[in-house]
C-alpha cells in the first residue's frame, strides 16, 4: 500500500516536470520576449528584425510546414501610384448589413506545399482599428478574393515578407487601460506593410502592400 502511493507520487512529479518541458512556445526562438507579434501571425512569421526606438517589426512569411513559396491573393482591385512602376493590390468598396459603403483591403497567403491557408492583413480584424472590435465577417461573406500574378512572368508562387509598426507599450497601455492587457501590444499595429518576390524570375515589388490601420 505504501509503496503504491510513493510511486504514484514519484509518477506525479515525474509528469509535472514532464509538462513544464512541453509548455515552452514553439515559438520563443524566433519571436523573444519583448516583441510584439501579431498574434494570427505567430506560425507563420520566420525571425525578426526589430527595432525598439521604432517599434518596428520585419519577417519573412513562412508556412508552419516550413516552406516559404506561397500564393498570394488580394480584393481584386489594382492601381499603380506615381511612384511606383507596377500596378499594386487596392481596397475595394463592401457594404455593411446597414447598407454602408466601407473600405475594404486584405492579403491571404496559401502555402505551394500543404496548402494551409492564412490571413496576414484583414483591415476588418486586425489592426489599433479593429483588433477589439466583433468580427465583421462573422455575419457576412468575405468576397472572393483574387490571385496575384507575376506582371513579368505570370509565375503565382511568391515570397512574402511583412512589416509592421506599432505605438511604445506604454502608448498602448495607456490607450487600452481596461480593455487588454500587454500580451495584445503585437495586435495593435498602426501600419501594415508587405514586399513580394516572384520565385520564378525574382520579379520584386517592394511597396506591394500597404495600409494604415490607425
Ligand atoms: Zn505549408
Ligand atoms: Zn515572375
Keep these: ?25 514553439k515559438v520563443d526562438r524566433k519571436h523573444p520576449e519583448g516583441i510584439p507579434i501579431p498574434s494570427h501571425l ?14 518596428y517589426i520585419e519577417g ?5 510546414c516550413g516552406c516559404r513559396n506561397l500564393e498570394f ?9 506615381a511612384l511606383l512602376t507596377q500596378h499594386i493590390p487596392v481596397w475595394i468598396d463592401v457594404l455593411d448589413e446597414s447598407g454602408e459603403v466601407s ?12 496548402q494551409k491557408r492564412v490571413v496576414v492583413f484583414d483591415n476588418f480584424r486586425h489592426g489599433t482599428t479593429a483588433f477589439l472590435a ?11 478574393m483574387k490571385k496575384w500574378v507575376c506582371s513579368d512572368c505570370g509565375g503565382v508562387s511568391h515570397h512574402g515578407r511583412p512589416h509592421f509598426r506599432f ?10 487601460e481596461g480593455k487588454c492587457g500587454a500580451d495584445r501590444w503585437g495586435d495593435a499595429f ?3 506593410g508587405m514586399k513580394i518576390e516572384c520565385v520564378n524570375c525574382g520579379n520584386r515589388i517592394h511597396s506591394w502592400a500597404g495600409y494604415e490601420s490607425g
Excluded at 519573412?60 to 508552419?64: A, V
Excluded at 491573393?73 to 499603380?80: A, C, N, S, V
Excluded at 505605438?167 to 498602448?172: C, N, R
Aim: aromatic share 16%; hydrophobic share 35%.
Design 1 to 25: 500500500m505504501l509503496r503504491d502511493v510513493v510511486t504514484s507520487l514519484r509518477m506525479v512529479g515525474d509528469f509535472t516536470e514532464g509538462e513544464k518541458m512541453e509548455e515552452q512556445p
Design 42 to 55: 505567430a506560425e507563420w512569421l520566420g525571425p525578426l528584425d526589430w527595432y525598439a526606438d521604432d517599434p
Design 60 to 64: 519573412d512569411l513562412i508556412c508552419p
Design 73 to 81: 491573393y488580394y480584393p481584386g482591385e489594382t492601381h499603380k501610384p
Design 103 to 114: 473600405f475594404w483591403f486584405a492579403i491571404d497567403v496559401v502555402c505551394v506545399d500543404c
Design 134 to 144: 466583433d468580427n465583421y465577417w462573422e455575419h457576412q461573406e468575405r468576397p472572393t
Design 167 to 176: 505605438d511604445s507599450l506604454i502608448e498602448f497601455l495607456n490607450e487600452n
Design 190 to 192: 498602426h501600419w501594415f
